[in-house]
């Protein structure tokens, strides 16, 4: 059951503002979005979470809408080493629930 | 430690012997998971110990796959009579489990390759 729906893959120049946007329209009141990457041949890295709000932390940026249906992950200067695969998942408040991975994003950032 | 740590961190086996992957999850993490990823698929989930609860084991896909925690920190997840679609890459993630901030902090995974 697909929560999230994210394009299967995005290019971006090095040095621009790399924009990866998530649909989640069936996402419920007490559920949360998540970003993690996955860089070749290593383990996912969690990037950043929100549940209304925008976040920002120093990796990247959050960006939900205010019906919560749909998020964007902004990397505001993205560099060669942020080509990765992205996920967003959805997961709601209750501790335990484990992360469902879907294909995610294969972002390229090109020189 | 400072991360998880998986070991080893690459295993070549035959096709029918049993294999033992090792996850030192980060000290004080309650919750801990097992996934795998196939070459060029996505995660798959595996399994997920919390504290003392029973595993909840709902994604192994089949019974040559079994996992321990034992005292609430080391797992080891153990495949019997492997097959040559066992080959993968083995991830192991722990976490704090707080409702609402559930981040999952990744070993760098376990490379299976069954002849």
């Known amino acids: 059951d697909a929560k999230t729906t994210q394009p299967t893959s995005m290019d971006c120049a090095e040095g621009r503002a790399a924009n990866l946007p998530c649909n989640h329209s069936?996402?419920?009141?007490?559920?949360?979005v998540y970003w993690y990457r996955q860089i070749h041949s290593q383990g996912p890295q969690y990037i950043i979470h929100?549940?209304?709000n925008n976040e920002t932390n120093e990796m990247a940026s959050l960006i939900i809408t205010e019906d919560r249906k749909s998020s964007t992950l902004i990397l505001p200067h993205a560099t060669l080493r942020d080509t990765a695969v992205y996920y967003c998942i959805v997961l709601n408040n209750n501790a335990g629930n484990m992360l469902t991975f879907g294909g995610g994003t294969r972002l390229m950032v090109k020189p | 430690g400072a991360g998880v740590s998986q070991s080893p961190s690459n295993k070549v086996t035959e096709k029918g012997k049993d294999v033992e992957l090792r996850c030192d999850p980060i000290?004080?993490?309650?919750?801990l998971y097992w996934y795998r990823q196939s070459l060029g698929q996505g995660l798959e989930f595996l399994i997920y110990?919390?504290?003392?609860?029973?595993?909840?084991k709902s994604g192994l896909p089949s019974d040559r796959f079994s996992a321990e925690r034992t005292g609430g920190s080391v797992s080891t997840l153990t495949i019997q009579r492997t097959q040559q679609e066992d080959s993968a890459v083995y991830l192991c993630?722990?976490?704090?489990?707080?409702?609402?901030?559930?981040?999952?902090?990744f070993g760098a995974g376990s490379r299976l390759t069954v002849l």
């Open positions: 993630a722990s976490s704090t489990n707080r409702a609402g901030a559930n981040v999952l902090t």
């Open positions: 000290s004080g993490h309650t919750a």
């Open positions: 069936t996402i419920s009141g007490n559920e949360y």
């Open positions: 929100g549940l209304k």
């Open positions: 110990f919390q504290g003392n609860s029973a595993p909840d």
